[in-house]
């Protein structure tokens, strides 16, 4: 757990946010895991302990798979548009979006969306950001 918080300073010393909370999550996952056996877990039944643990560890599982996924340096956006046209362009090409279209592409291209029409649009985007490409 130690090594965990030294990788969190050096970590943001450098300026790099996905190594600081990689390793910060990780140091907090063995407190929480050290703080569960010695407090809480005389206080769940028997019966129900390793499901308690198994749940524990699947949370964290999940944890580790998106952290996986963000370790792959890719930074996807997606985006749905709910009302109205919308056109995305996107590393030079043009995309005409409806209502209840959706589409995802790779954020690190250079791109915006913009309202075509004299409606009001709207658009619900999500990006993950991945570490940059060198």
């Known amino acids: 757990m130690s090594a965990s918080i030294c990788v969190f300073i050096i970590s943001r010393s450098g ?3 996905f190594g600081a909370v990689a390793f910060t999550s990780y140091g907090a996952f063995w407190l929480s895991f050290w703080a569960f056996v010695q407090f809480f877990e005389k206080s ?3 019966a129900d ?3 308690a643990v198994g749940l524990f560890l699947i949370a964290w ?3 580790t798979a ?3 996924i963000a370790s792959l340096r890719t930074t996807a956006a997606i985006a749905l548009v709910e009302v109205g046209p919308v056109v995305l362009s996107c590393d030079g090409d043009r995309h005409e979006l409806e209502a209840g279209d959706a589409v995802t592409f790779d954020a690190d291209l250079p791109h915006h969306f913009e309202n075509p029409g004299t ?3 709207v658009l619900l985007a999500v990006v993950s950001a991945g570490l940059r490409r060198s």
């Open 15 to 17: 300026r790099t946010t």
């Open 49 to 51: 302990a390793g499901h």
């Open 119 to 121: 409606q009001d649009a």
């Open 66 to 68: 998106y952290m996986f």
């Open 61 to 63: 599982g999940i944890f």
């Open 44 to 46: 769940v039944p028997k």
